[in-house]
């Protein structure tokens, strides 16, 4: 069992930036592949960045490409997300979510755990 906590969310302006941490508990973090996604009102849940167990592979989704890091600490069993040059268009609640097979996946239906998620807003 893996309990997902985040933290990090807030109001920001254009072009600001915010970092996003998922803290989560049990022992077995770092063998799992972590994902964050993002859920805007009335919308579909979608991808933005996963990290496998290892750290070695990484994917992120076109629209934050170049703007947003993942990364994880697995010693402190937390994930991040550094989030550059915000547009009002990442305007959207942020899971982050665990994998159980340690590969992570652009798919929301791997994923075996999730967090309440954080609530992210930028202004134009």
């Known amino acids: 069992q893996v309990q997902l906590v985040e933290s990090g969310g807030g109001l920001v302006q254009a072009g600001g930036s915010l970092r996003l941490s998922c803290a989560a508990s049990g022992r077995t973090f770092s063998s799992y592949g972590m994902g964050w996604f993002r859920q805007g009102p009335g919308e579909d849940r979608d991808f933005v960045a996963c990290?496998?167990?290892?750290?070695?592979?990484?994917y992120y989704a076109d629209s934050v490409k170049g703007r947003f890091t993942i990364s994880r600490d697995n010693a402190k069993n937390t994930v991040y997300l550094q989030m550059n040059s915000l547009n009002p268009e990442d305007t959207a609640v942020y899971h982050c979510?665990?994998?159980?097979w340690g590969h992570g996946s652009s798919w929301w239906g791997d994923y075996d755990y999730w967090g309440q998620g954080t609530q992210v807003t930028v202004s134009s």
């Open positions: 979510a665990a994998d159980y």
């Open positions: 990290i496998s167990w290892s750290g070695d592979r990484i």
